[in-house]
């Protein structure tokens, strides 16, 4: 199996990392493994609204996986990490997202409130690992009846 391979998606992704020294994704094999994404734009600019910065977090991980593979999404996600500087407040938003994202899908999920988050003005961060498909295999996607072997 050949090493990882280290991604990032253009703007602020490459930006970050370059300035922040790390990788917005990684591949290992079939696994792909996302690193906290927050809810800053294209730009950076961190969205100030609770609600907005979880949807713009969610969207970052999908822009993060997709930078390895385009036909990665949410449905290949099987385990989720979120840090909430605030859990009562954002908990409910994030669920929400899950089930606007991935209806079918419940990947594993560890929620953690946490003092800060390494760029001012975040509320959550959301890291993420998901699984590349076999693509000479029948099956086409995770679902909840699929089980995964590692």
Same mark, same amino acid.
């Given at each position: 199996?050949?090493?990882?391979?280290?991604?990032?998606?253009?703007?602020?992704?490459?930006?970050?990392?370059?300035?922040?020294?790390?990788?917005?994704? *990684?591949?290992?094999?079939?696994?792909?493994?996302? +690193? /906290?994404?927050? /809810?800053?734009?294209?730009?950076?600019?961190?969205?100030?609204?609770?609600?907005?910065?979880?949807?713009?977090?969610?969207? &970052?991980?999908?822009?993060?996986?997709?930078?390895?593979?385009?036909?990665?999404?949410?449905? &290949? *996600?099987?385990?989720?990490?979120?840090?909430?500087?605030?859990?009562?407040?954002?908990?409910?938003?994030?669920?929400?997202?899950?089930?606007?994202? +991935?209806?079918?899908?419940?990947?594993?999920?560890?929620?953690?409130?946490?003092?800060?988050?390494?760029?001012?003005?975040?509320? *959550?961060?959301?890291?993420?690992?998901?699984?590349?498909?076999?693509?000479?295999?029948?099956?086409?996607?995770?679902?909840?009846?699929?089980?995964?072997?590692?």
């Amino acid at each position: 199996m050949p090493g990882p391979t280290f991604h990032n998606y253009p703007g602020i992704g490459a930006k970050n990392s370059e300035a922040f020294h790390y990788s917005q994704a *990684v591949k290992v094999g079939n696994i792909v493994k996302c +690193s /906290g994404q927050g /809810g800053w734009d294209a730009e950076g600019t961190i969205e100030r609204d609770p609600e907005l910065q979880i949807r713009q977090a969610m969207e &970052n991980v999908e822009k993060a996986l997709r930078t390895v593979d385009g036909r990665l999404g949410w449905e &290949n *996600v099987y385990a989720v990490k979120s840090y909430h500087v605030d859990m009562e407040g954002t908990f409910d938003m994030m669920t929400t997202e899950f089930k606007r994202l +991935s209806p079918t899908l419940r990947p594993v999920w560890t929620c953690v409130e946490v003092g800060k988050l390494g760029i001012p003005g975040l509320l *959550v961060e959301v890291e993420v690992e998901a699984w590349i498909e076999n693509r000479d295999r029948k099956s086409t996607r995770l679902n909840s009846s699929h089980r995964l072997y590692l």
